[in-house]
């Protein structure tokens, strides 16, 4: 669990599955998936051409569809 002081910070965190799931200090969760080959190119570029993580892209993407507020 994540504290205001960051003196104390358990980063393990059971998942879904039973199994154990890191989180970071800044409350971000690894997830892994699998894209056709023609989206992971045009995420890519498109992270290349406006200088983005590909993270940064499927985020706003992710935030957008679900409607979450940035």
């Not at 154990?20 to 894209?35: A, E, H, I, Y």
């Not at 056709?36 to 890519?44: F, G, H, I």
Request: charge should be negative; glycine fraction near 8%.
């Amino acid at each position: 669990m994540i504290s205001d002081s960051n003196t104390e910070f358990d980063n393990e965190r059971v998942g879904p599955r039973g199994g154990t799931t890191t989180l970071t200090k800044s409350g971000m969760v690894r997830k892994n998936f699998w894209l056709p080959v023609d989206e992971a190119e045009a995420l890519r570029l498109k992270a290349f051409n406006e200088r983005r993580t590909e993270a940064d892209i499927i985020r706003q993407a992710l935030r957008g569809t679900l409607g979450l507020e940035d």
